[in-house]
T-cell receptor, first 111, second 114 residues
Framework: RKEVEQDPGPFNVPEGATVAFNCTYS??????FFWYRQDCRKEPKLLMS???SGNEDGRFTAQLNRASQYISLLIRDSKLSDSATYLC????????????FGTGTRLLVSP | EPEVTQTPSHQVTQMGQEVILRCVPI?????FYWYRQILGQKVEFLVS????????KSEIFDDQFSVERPDGSNFTLKIRSTKLEDSAMYFC????????????FGEGSWLTVV
């Protein structure tokens, strides 16, 4: 099983749609979880951290399910500008150590 | 505003040549990282650097790679003898030291080995 696994997509949705991505991780001892957004040939940009209690930032909601070892990202009211690749990242250590990334899920929002 | 500044933004080099990629943090932080992303593939951890020492490195980070912070400011990644498969985007990243180990990436350096 891959350390961090994502459906590569692409997810093609119309503007205004709600779309959800999941990401599974293999190490039950994983400590921190993140969603990054990456535009073509650009750096990953932090979208949000994912907490056990879940967190919401505007149209974006992230959830963590430790029992099933997955995190999710929900995007409501999709905008054209949301078109990008969404990377799931997991920190498997307790210190300031490495992130393990998934391959990313590509989202295409169309007019 | 980027978390770190990376140079060069793009470098083309011949196989076997040495390459140095540079990273300048905006402010003085202790934790730095190098990641790479081969075109079309996932972002991969290379090395973490804490308090001027390597704290962890991946299997990718073999003897051809080295990191240092020569002047206490710039943070460099050196590839001694580049191979075609070293062609990738190399990202410098830093940790702000906040809770949750949040890592922020620089804009990256594209390396093309021909």
């Amino acid at each position: 099983r891959k350390e961090v696994e994502q459906d590569p997509g692409p997810f093609n949705v119309p503007e205004g749609a709600t779309v959800a991505f999941n990401c599974t991780y293999s190490n039950s001892a994983s400590q921190s979880f993140f969603w990054y957004r990456q535009d073509c040939r650009k750096e990953p940009k932090l979208l949000m951290s994912v907490y056990s209690s879940g967190n919401e930032d505007g149209r974006f909601t992230a959830q963590l399910n430790r029992a099933s070892q997955y995190i999710s990202l929900l995007i409501r009211d999709s905008k054209l500008s949301d078109s990008a690749t969404y990377l799931c990242a997991v920190n498997m250590n307790t210190g300031f150590q490495k992130l393990v990334f998934g391959t990313g899920t590509r989202l295409l929002v169309s007019p | 505003e980027p978390e770190v500044t990376q140079t060069p933004s793009h470098q083309v080099t011949q196989m076997g040549q040495e390459v140095i990629l540079r990273c300048v943090p905006i402010s003085n932080h202790l934790y730095f990282y190098w990641y790479r992303q081969i075109l079309g593939q996932k972002v991969e951890f290379l090395v973490s650097f804490y308090n001027n020492e390597i704290s962890e490195k991946s299997e990718i980070f073999d003897d051809q790679f080295s990191v240092e912070r020569p002047d206490g400011s710039n943070f460099t990644l050196k590839i001694r003898s580049t191979k075609l498969e070293d062609s990738a985007m190399y990202f410098c990243a830093r940790n702000r030291g906040d809770s949750g180990n949040t890592i922020y990436f620089g804009e990256g350096s594209w390396l093309t080995v021909v």
